[in-house]
């Protein structure tokens, strides 16, 4: 079983090797000796184990063939096991599985690093996730970088940065460009134009608030805008 190689305490194991087991059945006997192998490495670097488990389910899910599921995790621990190494070994398990996120999305680990370095102590999840959001959505990794930066020295709080990556998705599935929208919004911030209206354009004068592209109530940067005719 996957959970032998996991030296939890008595509760956490128990519940661990439930976790492990389900997500387990049906993958055959190599399968589970090499994700019991990828585990125990993973552990001994200290990486975060849940999204590993995480991505076998969804390679079950998908009824992904087993060697599939065997190159998805390995390869998502190499990703975790990178940011950890440009974070530092006193990043969090949430901030790893961030940078992992924005490795995935196509930032490289110098992205990584300057945010480090400008932040110092500050938690990372937030300004990684809009990293992550901001490369997805296709503004190039230096210039998405150059804007986070941009925002951890305006000291913007993590619900300003997870709303500001929401809504440049949200602007580039209604048809902007990824890196005008992204200026408009860090620009909008800038000024404090920020507040609680919806729907406005570029262009137009007014708020940017009320919902972010999840439905969440507003934090600063809002609804998708549209581009003038």
């Given at each position: 079983?996957?959970?032998?190689?996991?030296?939890?305490?008595?509760?956490?194991?128990?519940?661990?090797?439930?976790?492990?087991?389900?997500?387990?059945?049906?993958?055959?006997?190599?399968?589970?000796?090499?994700?019991?192998?990828?585990?125990?490495?993973?552990?001994?670097?200290?990486?975060?184990?849940?999204?590993?488990?995480?991505?076998?389910?969804?390679?079950?899910?998908?009824?992904?063939?087993?060697?599939?599921?065997?190159?998805?995790?390995?390869?998502?621990?190499?990703?975790?096991?990178?940011?950890?190494?440009?974070?530092?070994?006193?990043?969090?398990?949430?901030?790893?599985?961030?940078?992992?996120?924005?490795?995935?999305?196509?930032a490289?680990?110098?992205?990584?690093?300057t945010?480090?370095?400008?932040?110092?102590?500050?938690?990372?999840?937030?300004?990684?996730?809009?990293?992550?959001?901001?490369?997805?959505?296709?503004?190039?990794?230096?210039?998405?970088?150059?804007?986070?930066?941009?925002?951890?020295?305006?000291?913007?709080?993590?619900?300003?940065?997870?709303?500001?990556?929401?809504?440049?998705?949200?602007?580039?599935?209604?048809?902007?460009?990824?890196?005008?929208?992204?200026?408009?919004?860090?620009?909008?911030?800038?000024?404090?134009?920020?507040?609680?209206?919806?729907?406005?354009?570029?262009?137009?004068?007014?708020?940017?608030?009320?919902?972010?592209?999840s439905?969440?109530?507003?934090?600063?940067?809002?609804?998708?805008?549209?581009?003038?005719?």
């Amino acid at each position: 079983m996957l959970a032998a190689t996991l030296a939890l305490a008595p509760t956490a194991r128990a519940q661990q090797a439930s976790t492990v087991a389900n997500a387990a059945t049906e993958l055959d006997s190599a399968t589970q000796a090499a994700l019991r192998a990828e585990l125990a490495r993973a552990r001994g670097r200290g990486l975060p184990l849940e999204p590993l488990l995480a991505k076998v389910r969804e390679g079950q899910i998908k009824r992904a063939q087993p060697a599939r599921i065997r190159a998805a995790v390995a390869s998502l621990a190499a990703r975790l096991d990178s940011a950890r190494a440009t974070l530092g070994a006193a990043s969090t398990p949430e901030e790893m599985i961030s940078g992992a996120d924005a490795i995935a999305a196509g930032a490289g680990v110098d992205a990584l690093r300057t945010l480090r370095a400008e932040a110092g102590r500050r938690d990372l999840v937030a300004p990684l996730g809009a990293l992550a959001q901001l490369v997805a959505s296709g503004v190039a990794p230096r210039r998405a970088t150059e804007l986070i930066v941009e925002l951890l020295r305006r000291d913007a709080p993590a619900t300003r940065l997870l709303a500001y990556g929401n809504a440049v998705e949200a602007d580039v599935g209604a048809g902007v460009p990824a890196e005008e929208s992204a200026l408009f919004r860090l620009r909008a911030i800038e000024s404090g134009s920020a507040g609680p209206s919806t729907g406005t354009t570029f262009g137009q004068s007014g708020d940017l608030g009320g919902q972010n592209s999840s439905g969440r109530p507003g934090t600063g940067v809002g609804g998708p805008v549209r581009r003038r005719p």
